[in-house]
């Protein structure tokens, strides 16, 4: 098969170590939670012991730990926190003066504020990629087969031709905007894909059109990816619809590296082999086990989590730990007419709604002004429904916010992370 041979070929080129990689992982998957631990432990032994010879950052840092005498996870607390301020101020000094044989430029994102630039060596990129493709194989998915890839559009002339070269050496298309021709043409495509991945709110877009406007719905479809934005609950019958499958959730960052994977029972298994994680005031605390060219340890990524019990057993066989929920980003405040909220409450809000109500809803909250907000729903509201909104509204923020909801709003699409709640206040 041609495209098998280019990705097996651009895979010796660039990651090497990828094949063995993935080998581990699918012996590693069915380990128990005392191996996977044992792992775990092992690597950050490794990973600090490199980290304090060789990080100018460490060194400091880390100068009075003995990490030889950690015996248990439970040691990693003596270890100090990372937060991004320090990762974007001592960039420098966190990476290690070590020669590593290969090494990638990395760039995060930058949505939630600057962009970190850092260096990280094959090995680890490798096995960041076999990990995603460990995810891929629960569901009978080859990363050559035919896809179709939902990100962001935002290109000039020149960047749409180069990115299209790029995508055609990976049987991968694109959707570059949803007018009626090219949008046609992207879902002809998709009846020969094989799996669809990307932005959740894309794909969530392209589901509703499929239907709305009667078009043929792929047949062939065995996996839907979302990544990198929340995946509302409104999106989850909606794409079922149009794909014939649920969306299933890949959760990661670009410096920790894959945190965790949906299995096709529908739970979140943490990636125990590559990252610990730890849930402190509802906060994701991760360090990446993998990477030592930027060590990141105990590293503070922003988001709100809820990590299952210990004792919660999959269906699918998997020990590793299981990621409940990524609940919302860290940081972002909602100003009343008196006091101060966390953004965490919308959250709560419309997870009750679906929950108590089964009132499942698509979701943007705008704040232009202190004490007054703009809730933007995609869905039309009964009165009923309104007024259970409402309710929930005023349980959480009383008297302290006068709103408007605005249903039948269609959020815009494409560009960028499409994020739940925007505030134009001054920070």
């Known amino acids: 098969m041609f495209y098998k041979l280019i990705f097996q070929l651009g895979e010796r080129l660039r990651n090497p170590s990828l094949r063995q990689w993935f080998s581990f992982l699918k012996q590693s998957e069915y380990w128990s939670i005392d191996e996977l631990e044992a792992y775990q432990l092992q690597q950050l032994k490794e990973l600090v012991s490199f980290a304090k010879a060789h990080s100018e950052y460490y060194k400091e840092t880390l100068a009075d730990i003995d990490v030889a005498s950690f015996s248990s996870l439970e040691d990693i607390k003596q270890l100090p926190l990372l937060s991004k301020q320090d990762v974007l101020q001592h960039t420098e000094k966190i990476h290690t003066k070590h020669h590593f044989k290969k090494v990638f430029t990395a760039t995060t994102s930058g949505s939630s504020g600057d962009p970190l630039v850092y260096q990280r060596e094959e090995s680890a990129d490798s096995f960041n990629r076999a990990s995603i493709f460990r995810g891929y194989s629960w569901y009978n998915v080859q990363p050559w087969e035919r896809n179709g ?3 962001g559009f935002d290109f000039s002339t020149v960047k749409r031709l180069k990115v299209r070269l790029l995508d055609a050496l990976q049987n991968r298309f694109r959707v570059f905007d949803y007018k009626e021709k ?7 495509k998709l009846q020969r894909a094989k799996y669809i991945h990307g932005y959740s709110s894309m794909i969530y877009q392209s589901a509703k059109l499929i239907t709305e406007k009667k078009l043929p719905k792929p047949k062939n479809i065995k996996m839907v990816k979302g990544t990198s934005e929340k995946i509302y609950d409104s999106y989850k019958a909606e794409v079922k619809a149009a794909f014939g499958v ?3 959730s890949e959760y990661g960052a670009a410096e920790t590296g894959i945190i965790a994977f949906e299995c096709p029972y529908g739970n979140m298994h943490i990636n125990m082999e590559g990252v610990i994680v730890e849930e402190l005031n509802n906060q994701i605390v991760v360090t990446n086990l993998q990477m030592k060219t930027f060590p990141v340890i105990r590293y503070q990524l922003g988001d709100y989590i809820e990590l299952a019990s ?10 590793h730990y299981i990621l409940e929920e ?4 860290i940081g972002e405040n909602v100003y009343g007419k008196k006091e101060i909220y966390p953004s965490l409450y919308f959250y709560y809000i419309f997870k009750n709604l679906a929950k108590k109500h089964n009132i499942k809803l698509t979701y943007q909250i705008i704040q232009k002004e202190k ?6 729903l995609e869905e039309n509201l009964t009165n009923t429904n309104e007024e259970k909104l409402r309710q929930e509204i005023h349980a959480y923020f009383a008297d302290d916010i006068d709103y408007t909801i605005c249903p039948n709003v269609t959020q815009s699409v ?3 992370k499409t994020k739940s709640f925007i505030s134009y206040l001054t920070k």
């Open 149 to 151: 890839y939902f990100w």
């Open 371 to 376: 004490g007054i907000l703009i809730f933007n």
């Open 182 to 188: 090219s949008f046609q043409k992207f879902v002809k």
């Open 326 to 329: 990524v609940t919302g980003r």
């Open 310 to 319: 210990k004792n919660k057993k999959c269906a699918c066989g998997k020990s």
């Open 414 to 416: 494409g560009k960028q």
């Open 246 to 248: 649920p969306i299933i």
